[in-house]
């Protein structure tokens, strides 16, 4: 069994700063990528940022210069450091993460944190 917990949402001001966490928790052998997702209202989810093990990294050109993802791998936390919010900007953030299970010999899968809801007034 694998969960994914999203932390760290909240109400803040355009300009300001917010940092999301989602913690992997479970049978867990290995995590391939992890990654950030959010929806707007009457929107599609959409990628915001993704880290794949490795290092390499993935940007929504929309954040690229404003958001940082980055994992802390003895933790299996990833972390989400948002600066200069804006408005458009909020929305339920969503954390991804491609986790191969104890229970797998080869294959990894694709699993979902419930949400958290980051909201930017102007």
């Known amino acids: 069994q694998v969960q994914l917990v999203e932390s760290g949402g909240g109400l803040v001001q355009a300009g300001e700063s917010l940092r999301l966490s989602c913690d992997a928790s479970g049978s867990i052998l290995s995590i391939d990528a992890m990654a950030w997702y959010r929806q707007a209202p009457g929107k599609q989810r959409e990628l915001v940022a993704k880290l794949i093990s490795g290092g390499s990294t993935n940007y929504a050109d929309s954040v690229k210069g404003r958001f940082t993802i980055s994992r802390d791998n003895a933790k299996n936390t990833a972390y989400l450091q948002m600066n200069s919010l804006k408005p458009e900007d909020t929305a339920v953030y969503y954390c991804?993460?491609?986790?191969?299970?104890?229970?797998?010999?080869?294959?990894?899968?694709?699993?979902w944190g419930q949400g958290t809801q980051v909201t930017v007034s102007s």
């Open positions: 991804n993460a491609l986790i191969r299970p104890i229970t797998s010999r080869v294959l990894s899968y694709s699993y």
